[in-house]
């Protein structure tokens, strides 16, 4: 495209007549991919009081010349009411022809009565505001129409024969009237000045062309062409386009031109310059944006909406060098727009800090500024333009941190927010008094609820603002998120964290969640909840994994008789009513579980017998047959005293079993993953100290399943190394800290 001679600072980016003038567009939220809104300049709101007139509420703008500007909005009696507002000194004149107004860039008021009748009324000072009027009907022909306006010039689509219509160009000059038909072609068919200045024009226009044969296609233009020279639209700067509306807008400047295009059901805003073609598609909620105007390298676009909604809809701002660049918010709320002569923009919109007019200009640092030229005094109530937070977030990871923001229609306020876990009704609160940047407050969730590592699981989450100036209600936002964490065979509360029974001497049985990622190189216990009492009835506690079917893990005891209980986990640190899993088992001296030996998904129970012969118990998955017969896998365990299933900790795929003999001595047997054992590997010596060696799972973030020892000389985890020579590392735990001689039985 050549480059066109016209000073930028008379040329005016300039939006279709029928944004300007029509009150109650619908208002639509702004999309969730746009940046962090941009700095309105200071002029916007500390603007002396005494350099801003008074707006009312519900006035759109509709045009502005030199000396003024025009406003349309209902009187009293609901009935349009079209004022002019004089900069000099902010007096306000009722216009008293017409009811519709249009953009004109001057100080020429166009009005017209909805009909055919157009008013032109001369505001500039020393004019004496006379008016003359034009029927389009009577000087062209029935069903014309206005369909642009550039200072005193009319342009006005005139039906012919069929569907097809001419553009005719009506000058007033000096109280005489001329008419020049500005387009050549018979077939044209429709027609629409999207953009206009005192001597260029932005013209879309469509054709229907015949080719040889019978049927026909419509061809769509886009056509820049000046006021006085009276050339044909043909004869202009003319580019094929995609398809265009009567609601399509516009918008040119000294370097760039730009319209509204509909491409295969999408709105798309294209900018064409002498170094640039941009097409920026508009997602679904952007589908009614118009094209508010152009300053200088910058393109306005947006949904209007209503001057005295609530809904904000806003005015966004992008780079048209390239296609790249995230949009900003230049103001949080629009519904209007008018074209000055000098090329800047005056809107009608809302910042967070002010309602009213503002005029949109080149700013210093090479974007466009606003400055209020008139208020309301309205002050909008808060409210939630975007949220992000996951839809989903794994926890498996230790540290993992969850970002969530929001961003409000403005900064003075209070923020709180609640995440509810859906299952068991358990909240997290947090209130933020400072934005992180703008209006943009968040926080980061450290996946950790109720002191605990957060259960797996649906959340609601629900933030409050609250402006901090007291003016408005709150504003609210919701939404859901998910959790998930791998599976723990020792995790009784569904948050994948690993959990330690403990019962005390007065048959307590307590349950130490433990924190799922080591914190200072210790491993942490995160809370202590009392499960149930009466558990002294057994004499044997063992926690088995998922041994009865469901998703959580179990618990077996024996009680004095020989009875096997199984208490099935729920998922939420309690255990379903107590189901009888076998008898005779007072014939064990050793039980322990928790562990799949024979490769099939499913926990399996191990128990020595008096005369040393090991036994498999095969888990089943079902709570009310949980085993299948017993196998012998070995003889001679009687030499032990302790045995603890663990899971693979030496690098194989089968879970492994350690066993302690009355020397102290530890021993690996690597499990075959058929229900039996590769000959043992001295650990190490020195492990009579403990009472209790328990198989946890993993509690250091490695993958690995650890070991827990608990007895008089304290507690202490056992890393696993995945090796089978070295299986272990010691390290330091704050579990049961000061309290070795508490508890009877660890599981």
């Known amino acids: 495209m050549a480059s066109v001679r016209t000073t930028r600072r008379r040329l005016g980016a300039c939006v279709a007549t029928v944004l300007a003038v029509t009150v109650g567009a619908g208002a639509l939220a702004a999309p969730g991919a746009v940046a962090a809104p941009a700095a309105v300049t200071a002029s916007a709101t500390a603007t002396a009081a005494a350099d801003v007139a008074q707006l009312p509420l519900d006035a759109e703008i509709v045009s502005t010349g030199d000396s003024g500007y025009l406003t349309s909005r209902k009187d009293e009696a609901g009935n349009p009411l079209l004022e002019w507002h004089t900069y000099a000194d902010g007096s306000v004149l009722p216009v008293g022809h017409g009811i519709v107004g249009y953009d004109s860039q001057s100080d020429i008021v166009v009005t017209g009565d909805g009909g055919s009748t157009v008013f032109l009324q001369n505001m500039t000072p020393g004019a004496g505001g006379t008016t003359v009027s034009f029927d ?33 160009q009506l000058t007033h000059v000096d109280g005489l009237a001329k008419k020049t038909k500005r387009s050549a072609n018979p077939y044209s068919m429709d027609f629409k000045v999207v953009a206009s200045t005192s001597d260029v024009l932005l013209v879309l226009s469509s054709n229907r062309v015949f080719p040889s044969s019978a049927t026909y296609r419509t061809e769509f233009w886009r056509t820049r062409t000046t006021v006085d020279s009276g050339q044909t639209l043909e004869s202009g700067s003319r580019w094929s386009t995609a398809r265009w509306t009567q609601e399509s807008t516009g918008a040119y400047s000294a370097d760039y031109e730009a319209a509204v295009e509909y491409r295969s059901g999408v709105t798309e805003l294209v900018v064409d310059g002498t170094y640039a073609h941009q097409r ?44 790249t660049a995230a949009p900003y918010k230049l103001l949080e709320h629009f519904s209007s727009v008018a074209h000055a002569p000098d090329g800047s923009l005056l809107v009608r919109g809302a910042t967070a800090e002010a309602d009213g007019l503002f005029r949109i200009w080149d700013g210093d640092d090479g974007r466009p500024s606003a400055t209020l030229v008139a ?47 859906v299952a068991t009704g358990k909240k997290l609160t947090q209130h933020l008094t400072q934005p992180l940047s703008g209006s943009r407050f968040g926080f980061t969730w450290d996946g950790v609820l109720d002191r605990i590592s957060a259960p797996n699981g649906d959340y609601a989450w629900q933030i409050s603002a609250t402006p901090a100036d007291g003016i408005g209600g709150p504003a609210t936002a919701s939404g859901t998120l998910q959790v998930t964490r791998q599976a723990n065979p020792h995790d009784l509360n569904d948050n994948g964290s690993t959990d330690v029974l403990a019962r005390d001497a007065s048959g307590v049985l307590w349950r130490d969640d433990l924190l799922d990622w080591p914190s200072g190189g210790q491993v942490t216990p995160a809370k202590r909840t009392k499960v149930a009492t009466g558990w002294q009835i057994y004499n044997r506690i063992e926690a088995v994994g998922n041994l009865g079917g469901t998703s959580a893990g179990d618990v077996v005891a024996r009680d004095a008789s020989g009875v096997l209980w199984l208490y ?24 322990t579980g928790g562990s799949d030996l024979t490769g099939d998904g499913r926990s399996d129970v191990l128990a020595t017998d ?127 800290a000061g309290e070795a001689g508490k508890f009877n039985h660890i599981a």
């Open 568 to 591: 099935q986990g729920k998922g939420n640190g309690t255990f379903a009513s107590r189901l009888k899993a076998g008898t005779g088992w007072q014939i064990y001296n050793k039980i």
């Open 280 to 323: 920026f598609a508009m997602d679904s909620s952007m589908s009614g944006a118009v094209i508010a105007g152009i300053s200088q390298d910058t393109l306005l676009y947006g949904v209007p909406g209503k001057a005295d909604a609530e809904t904000l809809s806003p005015l966004y701002a992008r780079s048209i060098k390239t296609s």
């Open 375 to 421: 208020e309301t005094g309205r002050v909008l109530a808060v409210q939630v333009t975007d949220s992000q937070v996951p839809a989903s977030v794994s926890l498996e990871k230790p540290g993992t941190a969850v970002p969530m923001e929001w961003t409000l229609s403005r900064p003075n306020a209070t923020v709180d927010v609640t995440l509810t876990h």
């Open 610 to 736: 008096t005369s040393g012969a090991l036994w498999l118990y095969k888990g089943t998955g079902s709570a009310t047959t949980p085993f299948t017969a017993r196998v012998k896998v070995a003889t001679g365990w009687q030499i032990y005293n302790q045995i603890t299933a663990l899971g693979d900790i030496a690098g194989t795929s089968a879970g492994d079993l350690v066993a302690r003999d009355t020397a102290g001595v530890l021993w690996l047997y690597q499990g075959n993953g058929k229900g039996g054992f590769t000959g043992r590997v001295k650990i190490s010596t020195g492990w009579k100290g403990f009472s209790h060696l328990v198989g946890t799972a993993d509690v250091t973030a490695d993958g690995r399943p650890d070991l827990i020892g608990y007895g008089p000389n304290g507690t202490y985890v056992y890393r696993s190394t995945g090796s089978a020579t070295t299986p272990f590392t010691r390290q330091t735990t704050g579990l049961y």
């Open 136 to 168: 389009l009907a009577a000087e062209f022909a029935p069903g014309s129409k206005l369909v642009g306006v550039a200072g005193e010039n009319l342009f006005v689509s005139v039906p012919t024969t069929g569907d097809y219509h001419e553009l005719w």
